[in-house]
């Protein structure tokens, strides 16, 4: 099966754009869909994007995702960062058999 | 409203089984696969297994680290999932989550609040 590496952390200010990776080890990034999730702490996950680049209702239009095939990877882009997007963000696809697989997660400091 | 509120969880030794339950509520559960999800203390997100619906024939996957030894069932009359771990490893410790998913796609778009499996002796 494929691995999906992220940063350990990243970290930004308020206001401005942060940008989290996810790269696919092997297979193409564009063969299964990517979904991102934000976990805070003491809390379930929640969807911030599914299917690559789709928002579910209720998140703030700041957030959004795409992918990469030439670098085999997908991207979660955060702009006007907000404090209260301080979280751990985690991406996650699947194979052809619909067995999941999630990168090891970022933590994102707003500062 | 879509629930999704596990039980079942606590402190198992070693060897042991313990079964976890996951209750629906809010959506009609059949139309749905159902996945387990697990965080072990400060680490990040493993898939477990899943479940699909009755229409795509009831079958599971597993992750390469629980197969032979979990095992996902569901009860669509109660609107219930249920995970059967058997021959539990310390390494099994972790908040376990149950969600709801689709058979076409591994989307994770309702979780529950988690319940703790502490393995030790």
């Known amino acids: 099966n494929f691995m999906l590496t992220q940063p350990h952390s990243v970290s930004e200010s308020p206001g401005k754009t942060v940008t989290i990776s996810c790269t696919r080890s092997s297979g193409s990034i564009a063969s299964n869909y990517v979904q991102w999730y934000q976990q805070r702490p003491g809390s379930a996950p929640t969807t911030v994007i599914y299917e690559d680049n789709q928002r579910p209702s209720g998140v703030p239009d700041r957030f959004s995702g795409s992918i990469d095939s030439s670098s085999n990877s997908a991207s979660l882009t955060i702009s006007g960062l907000k404090t209260e997007d301080e979280a751990d963000y985690y991406c996650?696809?699947?194979?052809?058999?619909?067995?999941?697989?999630f990168g090891g997660g970022t933590k994102l400091t707003v500062l | 409203e879509v629930q999704l509120v596990e039980s079942g969880g606590g402190l198992v030794q070693p060897g042991r089984s313990l079964r976890l339950s996951c209750t629906a509520s809010?959506?009609?559960?059949?139309?749905?696969?159902m996945s387990w999800v697990r965080q072990a203390p400060g680490k990040g997100l493993e898939w477990v297994g899943f479940i699909r619906s009755k229409a795509y024939g009831g079958t599971t996957e597993y992750a390469a680290s629980v197969k032979g030894r979990f095992t996902i069932s569901r009860d669509d009359s109660k609107s219930i999932a249920y995970l059967q771990m058997n021959s539990l490893k310390t390494e099994d410790t972790a908040v376990y989550y149950c969600t709801r998913d689709f058979d076409w796609l591994l989307w994770f778009d309702y979780w529950g609040q988690g319940t703790l499996v502490t393995v030790s002796s």
């Open positions: 809010g959506f009609t559960f059949g139309d749905y696969a």
């Open positions: 996650q696809s699947y194979d052809s058999s619909n067995r999941g697989v």
